[in-house]
């Protein structure tokens, strides 16, 4: 009973700091992982001991997988050096740059052990830094950068942390023998991906209660990830990969009033699992911290406030050494920019708070029980992870609204853009279906909805298209009043589903204008069906 009601306290907790940091403007994380903190310095409070086996998986695998279920395979495709320089440049010299400022600090740490701190802190959690510019509104090819590094980031990390758990029980350190493995590791749990995906659409196709798809929906994820880890290959690549595959087909195999319920309940799941995972990291710091004399606290503080400023220095660095790099490049072949600009470069630099991975990984660690070695420094190690991810949250998560503003990267429009041209096409589609369709006089007067429809989508579009600026609204339901012709509207919903679907297709528009469009439409269909409902006779 004691547990469920910190866990009850802790979630209201949550949303509380949630709702504060809409108000002043800053990640909710920033502030969930200042209560953690302060949780785990509280005298009375209680210890909660988290299986590290656990942990991965249960803070891991949903959100990643709802993050890669909205990425735009066009839009990594076309960011594809920045991404990749990011989740593996990046991360390889956060690895090294901790790894080596940490046997600095404490030299008879073990090399793999200091590897694994590095493995562990190296990944930024994109949710922090999105969820602040989303707001602002930047250049959608920042966002894109953002998210998409925030996919195979982990994935890198999380495969030298592996190995260096790895070579910690055998004694050894990394070297070349590891590239086979990593090598199999990465193209297995693409593979595996694949077939997963597949399995899972032809489940997931064939159900039909909201209920049923969303708990089918969690234990697929749950499923994914555990069948990777017991194969030994990576959770992280394999579900990344399912998530992209099923993303492609799952908008025509699930009907609307499945998924606008079940991305609800995805959305809610996520911001659940994040207020846990920072706050049951105070919880596990808390039996670390009573052991702390005040020798301990001046040294371990110490040692995290050198591993932060290595992680913060390590990835500007390559952020701003790789932009520049390329802008010279191309200065010299002439050819058109598409890097990063200097100003954009400080920003995507800036954007390095540490999040759920980071303290997903350190709470795996060994502990020590059933006959298994606690992993060495594990105490050290624990304390410096979530330092660094407490001290990038204040420190970049709080600055970056300011330097933001300060830059002035302002929307391109690309979105917007996508957005109304999705419109018109799908009202084009629509209006096509309908012209099918016997001349009635319901039938006649869903046309001319249908027409006064387009008309206005096709005036915004043309408004964007030559000022950059327009409302933001969508049009309204293009259907007559309830005792239209219901067979003629769904044949034409349907029609503007598949233009919709064929536009994504072909890389007219990326998946953040489809996602809108479509939610306009599951909208649509749910209101005719509330309509229909309503209209027949008990």
């Given at each position: 009973m004691l547990v469920f009601e910190i866990v009850i306290?802790?979630?209201?907790?949550?949303?509380?700091?949630?709702?504060?940091?809409?108000?002043i403007g800053t990640p909710y994380p920033a502030l969930v992982a200042l209560a953690g903190a302060v949780l785990a310095l509280v005298p009375g409070s209680p210890e909660l001991v988290l299986d590290p086996e656990l942990a991965l998986t249960l803070f891991v695998a949903p959100v990643l997988l709802d993050a890669a279920f909205d990425a735009s395979p066009r839009d990594l495709r076309a960011n594809w050096r920045p991404v990749a320089g990011l989740a593996l440049g990046a991360v390889v010299l956060t690895v090294i740059a901790v790894a080596v400022a940490v046997r600095w600090m404490v030299p008879a740490m073990p090399w793999a052990a200091a590897i694994a701190l590095g493995a562990i802190v190296a990944p930024p959690d994109a949710a922090a830094a999105t969820a602040v510019l989303k707001q602002l509104k930047p250049p959608h090819r920042l966002l894109v950068i953002l998210e998409g590094e925030s996919l195979f980031n982990d994935a890198s990390a999380l495969l030298i942390y592996r190995l260096a758990l790895g070579a910690v029980a055998a004694g050894g350190v990394l070297g070349w023998s590891a590239v086979p493995t990593l090598l199999v590791v990465t193209v297995g749990s693409v593979l595996l991906g694949v077939v997963l995906s597949r399995v899972s659409l032809r489940i997931n196709s064939s159900v039909e209660d909201v209920s049923t798809a969303v708990i089918t929906?969690?234990?697929?994820?749950?499923?994914?990830?555990?069948l990777a880890e017991r194969l030994h290959l990576s959770g992280i690549l394999t579900t990344v990969i399912y998530a992209m595959t099923?993303?492609?087909?799952?908008?025509?195999?699930?009907?609307?009033?499945?998924?606008?319920?079940?991305?609800?309940?995805?959305?809610?799941?996520?911001?659940?699992?994040?207020?846990?995972?920072?706050?049951?990291v105070g919880f596990q710091l808390k039996t670390i911290v009573a052991r702390f004399d005040r020798?301990?606290?001046?040294?371990?503080?110490?040692?995290?406030g050198v591993v932060t400023g290595a992680a913060i220095l390590a990835r500007f660095a390559w952020v701003m050494g790789a932009g520049?790099?390329?802008?010279?490049?191309?200065?010299?072949?002439?050819?058109s920019p598409v890097t990063l600009s200097p100003r954009a470069a400080v920003l995507v630099g800036w954007c390095g708070m540490r999040g759920i991975v980071t303290l997903a990984a350190a709470l795996a660690l060994p502990t020590g029980h059933d006959g298994v070695a606690a992993f060495p420094y594990r105490d050290l190690i624990l304390f410096t992870s979530f330092s660094v991810?407490?001290?990038?949250?204040?420190?970049?998560?709080?600055?970056?609204?300011?330097?933001?503003?300060?830059?002035?990267?302002?929307d391109d429009g690309e979105v917007d853009h996508e957005v109304r041209l999705a419109r018109v096409?799908?009202?084009?589609?629509?209006?096509?279906?309908?012209?099918?369709?016997?001349?009635t006089e319901m039938s006649a007067l869903v046309r001319r909805r249908y027409e006064l429809q387009l008309r206005r989508a096709r005036q915004l579009l043309e408004e964007h298209s030559l000022t950059g600026t327009g409302t933001h609204a969508g049009p309204s339901s293009p259907w007559g009043p309830p005792t239209a012709d219901a067979d003629m509207v769904r044949t034409a919903m349907a029609a503007g589903r598949r233009r919709l679907a064929d536009l994504r297709a072909d890389g007219t528009?990326?998946?953040?204008?489809?996602?809108?469009?479509?939610?306009?439409?599951?909208?649509?269909?749910l209101d005719l069906q509330q309509i229909l409902r309503a209209e027949s006779p008990e």
């Amino acid at each position: 009973m004691l547990v469920f009601e910190i866990v009850i306290g802790l979630l209201l907790g949550g949303a509380g700091l949630a709702a504060l940091s809409r108000r002043i403007g800053t990640p909710y994380p920033a502030l969930v992982a200042l209560a953690g903190a302060v949780l785990a310095l509280v005298p009375g409070s209680p210890e909660l001991v988290l299986d590290p086996e656990l942990a991965l998986t249960l803070f891991v695998a949903p959100v990643l997988l709802d993050a890669a279920f909205d990425a735009s395979p066009r839009d990594l495709r076309a960011n594809w050096r920045p991404v990749a320089g990011l989740a593996l440049g990046a991360v390889v010299l956060t690895v090294i740059a901790v790894a080596v400022a940490v046997r600095w600090m404490v030299p008879a740490m073990p090399w793999a052990a200091a590897i694994a701190l590095g493995a562990i802190v190296a990944p930024p959690d994109a949710a922090a830094a999105t969820a602040v510019l989303k707001q602002l509104k930047p250049p959608h090819r920042l966002l894109v950068i953002l998210e998409g590094e925030s996919l195979f980031n982990d994935a890198s990390a999380l495969l030298i942390y592996r190995l260096a758990l790895g070579a910690v029980a055998a004694g050894g350190v990394l070297g070349w023998s590891a590239v086979p493995t990593l090598l199999v590791v990465t193209v297995g749990s693409v593979l595996l991906g694949v077939v997963l995906s597949r399995v899972s659409l032809r489940i997931n196709s064939s159900v039909e209660d909201v209920s049923t798809a969303v708990i089918t929906q969690f234990g697929s994820t749950f499923a994914v990830w555990i069948l990777a880890e017991r194969l030994h290959l990576s959770g992280i690549l394999t579900t990344v990969i399912y998530a992209m595959t099923i993303s492609r087909t799952a908008s025509t195999l699930t009907p609307a009033r499945i998924r606008i319920p079940s991305y609800a309940v995805w959305e809610v799941a996520v911001f659940v699992l994040n207020v846990l995972a920072f706050v049951l990291v105070g919880f596990q710091l808390k039996t670390i911290v009573a052991r702390f004399d005040r020798e301990t606290w001046l040294e371990y503080g110490a040692i995290a406030g050198v591993v932060t400023g290595a992680a913060i220095l390590a990835r500007f660095a390559w952020v701003m050494g790789a932009g520049a790099f390329t802008r010279w490049r191309q200065g010299k072949s002439k050819s058109s920019p598409v890097t990063l600009s200097p100003r954009a470069a400080v920003l995507v630099g800036w954007c390095g708070m540490r999040g759920i991975v980071t303290l997903a990984a350190a709470l795996a660690l060994p502990t020590g029980h059933d006959g298994v070695a606690a992993f060495p420094y594990r105490d050290l190690i624990l304390f410096t992870s979530f330092s660094v991810v407490l001290g990038t949250l204040v420190v970049q998560g709080m600055t970056l609204r300011p330097l933001m503003t300060r830059l002035k990267l302002d929307d391109d429009g690309e979105v917007d853009h996508e957005v109304r041209l999705a419109r018109v096409e799908t009202l084009r589609a629509g209006l096509e279906a309908t012209n099918e369709s016997p001349g009635t006089e319901m039938s006649a007067l869903v046309r001319r909805r249908y027409e006064l429809q387009l008309r206005r989508a096709r005036q915004l579009l043309e408004e964007h298209s030559l000022t950059g600026t327009g409302t933001h609204a969508g049009p309204s339901s293009p259907w007559g009043p309830p005792t239209a012709d219901a067979d003629m509207v769904r044949t034409a919903m349907a029609a503007g589903r598949r233009r919709l679907a064929d536009l994504r297709a072909d890389g007219t528009i990326g998946d953040a204008a489809f996602q809108q469009v479509e939610q306009e439409l599951d909208w649509s269909e749910l209101d005719l069906q509330q309509i229909l409902r309503a209209e027949s006779p008990e």
